[in-house]
């Protein structure tokens, strides 16, 4: 049973940009789950309404619908338990809270420096939807807010030192082997990377190492992912 | 045999507000080992010479000297296996992000509540070391780096966004029972609490739900200890 994900994309069709899409991808790649991914638009919203959702990751599995990427995280470790993504109550617990720092600090500090680029590569109402959407929820246009690039790699840096150290000298956030932890972290980064050609990491960083590394991942699935500058 | 732990202490004795430290002594305390504390004050160095650090928490065991909070962690966990403060590969990877996450991102928001609090409960050279070092570190006075806690505020709470989600359908970040990663944010917390006799946490938040539960782990052992203003 082929596994079906709506994947956010880019007017071109090949360019797959969420960050939340990509954790699930890497999550399904992980558990060698057989899927197919389906373009989707921020304006479709109809395509997904069984999933409750508005907004994608949305998967279909043997005609359930879930929505949410932690949830669909958790959906496929319960239901398919073998190379689980989480081993265990703590390891989850703490994934859980890697997730969250991704989406509000790491997500946070990326914006500046993305989202005028989703901008650029989306067309007609999608492009009206995602600035009128955004720019309600940041008070400002994204101009403004994307205003000092300078001052955003700055912060950025501030934000993933942690994360700098830490793959100092660890292969992965999972340890030898990566888990759901590093798909978040990816996600975060591939986001970019697909915007841009380039995930904003400095050549000799230990996160741009790490990044290789996810990249070779699963015969080198996410390096193979069209970019909007390739 | 008893394990000794040098205990940074302010110019009184019973306040022991050190960040590292309280990891330390909630690590032992996990592990049901029986310990003592010294108290140690900054300028002390010659005190634990042996273990080759300049700076506490340093224990004693067996009269083998180890320094620096991550690597007595590893130690306890190496040397007594039982109640393990990481039990496997992921969890300690992930623990040791949490501690760099607290060492790098919360205890950079905590600095500007906490410095002129530490200078003030100590005394003579330790005042002054303590002063003239950070002083060198920030490139400014402690006064200046102290200036807006109105913002100092606002930063925290945008650091501390993560772990409120988190916690808020958690009840540890360990998950279930709390790991090495609830002592290394209790250790970042615990130093506003030693210094101030209050976290600086919204009384209805979820973290100092986390914060309580976490005072009255070990039959109430951080919160029966002394704070400067109690």
Redesign the interface.
Known sequence: MTIILYDLAAADDRIRFSPYCWRTKMALLHKGLEFETIPWRFTDKETITPSGSTRVPVIVDDDKWIADSWKIALYLDETYPQRPLM????????????N??C???LNKALRPLALLQVVAILQGKDADYFRESREARLGMSLEASCADQSAAHTSLI??L???E??LSD?S?????SP?Y?DYALLGSLKWLHSLTGDPPLASDSAMQMWFDRMLDLFDGYARRAPTAQS
């Open positions: 081993d265990g109550d703590a390891v989850r617990s703490l994934c859980k809270f890697v969250s720092w989406d509000m600090s501030e934000v030192a942690p994360t150290r830490h660890q992965f956030l999972g340890g030898g888990n932890a």
